[in-house]
């Protein structure tokens, strides 16, 4: 009997070079495939407006799901290696909360994970450099009430987000890989018997394969309504905001850990190399439903080149006194730019990774639910395995298409989405102080 590795490479055309497909053309290519295709839409790669193409991106394996602090523990020996290149950071994820992080600590303790228990504001406020303490540029952590839990996991940090994409391009594309940009697809192309077995795109091009992976993030929803998957992978418009900072500031800065902090959602990285400073809030975000169509489309600079990069003033708010807890200094300065970056969110924060139900040659690689970037370097194996059918049953069963959806893991606070305001939008008036 032959195995699988005897048998020749299927063809596999994946649709979207952002992590789900970027990282899955990686792991097929150290299994030995010869003939993948990465098609995207956007002229130039990474698409500036996919959800992978940031400038950082936590990495952490404070998790409530033992099953996904040991995948992100997997990770993170990987971004240690040298083919990243130093993408990552390893600066430590302080994780502030209550029930959810109680439950991440005991996940990280269990698989190893370098952390330690912070009992105490004066124990948290320890994390951060000593010239902030001395310069009173470190808030006072006033918000967290006895119950609360903190805990540093050494373990982790930052990724810089779209510098890891274009690397692992350019490897895989070296490598054999086909990537080719300005290839929005449109339409699988099925055989007599309704099997997909390829795709059309917008200019007519196609592009034959054994097996399609579609990997289109927060689009895989409104470009396919045929496959009806709008509450498996629904697209949610989350906010980000930066503030620059002069180099002299952003030294003071530089070796603060991650901040997280689960009862809000809020999170803020230290400063980047070009000194700029990001926050987000980790929560429902927001659908952007078009007139006519009734599935949430991203909404971005690209679609949008007016106000695609706005979020809306009530988060705006949210977000600076959010960070006035943790630098009171950087609440007092001007925001230098504001993003919608898109999730694609499941209802029970698991990724969808899996066959289209009744289609063998189609498979989903998606949802990554705002938690998969960090994964980056290992989650095309899981896809990988997908494709030869030897995904480990409990993950195959998780991940599934067509699965019954748990709760949600209680990672963010809210899981219940508003349509986007655009009256709501802020704009560069906004981003001044008015205190
Ligand atoms: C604000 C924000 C913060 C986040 N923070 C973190 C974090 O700190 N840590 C973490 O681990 N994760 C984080 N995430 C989540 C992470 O970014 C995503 O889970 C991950 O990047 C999703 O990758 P993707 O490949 O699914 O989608 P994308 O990166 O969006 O890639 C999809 C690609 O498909 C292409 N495409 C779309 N339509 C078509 C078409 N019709 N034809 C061809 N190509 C098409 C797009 O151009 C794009 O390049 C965050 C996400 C956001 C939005």
Excluded at 3 to 25: D, H
Aim: aromatic fraction near 8%; proline fraction near 6%.
């Amino acid at each position: 009997m032959s195995s699988f590795t005897s048998l020749p490479k299927p063809a596999v055309v994946i649709i979207g070079a952002g992590t789900f497909g970027l990282s899955t053309a990686y792991h097929l290519l150290e299994r030995g495939y010869t003939q993948v295709t990465v098609l995207d839409r956007a002229e130039h790669l990474p698409a500036v407006d996919a959800a992978s193409t940031d400038m950082n991106k936590v990495v952490r394996s404070c998790y409530g799901d033992p099953e996904y602090t040991r995948l992100a523990r997997q990770a993170i020996e990987e971004w240690r290696k040298d083919m990243w290149q130093n993408c990552y950071h390893e600066c430590g994820v302080l994780n502030l909360g209550d029930a959810y992080t109680e439950q991440s600590i005991n996940n990280d303790l269990k698989h190893g994970a370098n952390v330690e228990r912070l009992s105490n504001t004066a124990s948290i406020r320890a994390q951060f450099p000593l010239d902030l303490h001395d310069s009173g540029k470190l808030g006072t952590f006033a918000s967290l009430d006895i119950a609360s839990t903190g805990y540093i996991n050494h373990d982790g940090g930052w990724a810089e987000a779209e510098r890891a994409v274009s690397l692992l391009m350019e490897h895989v594309k070296k490598r054999g890989v086909k990537v080719l940009p300005g290839k929005p697809v449109q339409e699988l192309v099925k055989d007599e018997h309704g099997q997909t077995k390829g795709v059309r795109c917008a200019d007519g091009s196609e592009y034959e394969a054994d097996v399609v992976v579609l990997a289109l993030g927060s689009w895989t929803a409104s470009a396919f309504p045929s496959l009806k998957l709008t509450g498996k992978c629904l697209a949610t418009g989350q906010s980000i905001a930066t503030i620059q900072l002069t180099p002299e500031e952003a030294e003071e800065y530089r070796k603060s850990p991650v901040v997280i902090d689960f009862r809000t959602g809020f999170y803020v990285f230290p400063p980047t190399h070009r000194n700029v400073v990001k926050l987000a809030i980790h929560a429902a975000g927001y659908t952007y439903t078009i007139p006519g169509s009734t599935i949430s489309t991203p909404r971005t600079i690209v679609s949008h080149p007016d106000n695609g990069l706005w979020i809306p003033r009530s988060v705006l708010r949210e977000l600076k006194v959010q960070l006035r807890n943790v630098y009171p200094a950087l609440a007092e300065k001007p925001f230098s730019g504001t993003r919608m970056c898109w999730y694609t969110d499941s209802p029970d924060g698991d990724w969808v990774i899996g066959r289209y139900p009744g289609d063998p040659g189609l498979v989903l690689a998606t949802s990554g639910s705002g938690h998969a970037f960090k994964f980056l370097p290992t989650i095309g194996s899981l896809v990988a395995d997908v494709i030869e059918d030897k995904l480990d049953p409990k993950l195959a069963a998780r991940f599934a298409v067509d699965r019954q959806v748990k709760p949600p893991n209680g990672e963010r606070v809210s899981v219940v989405s508003q349509e986007l305001n655009i009256d709501e939008l802020c704009g560069p008036e906004d981003l001044i102080p008015t205190f």
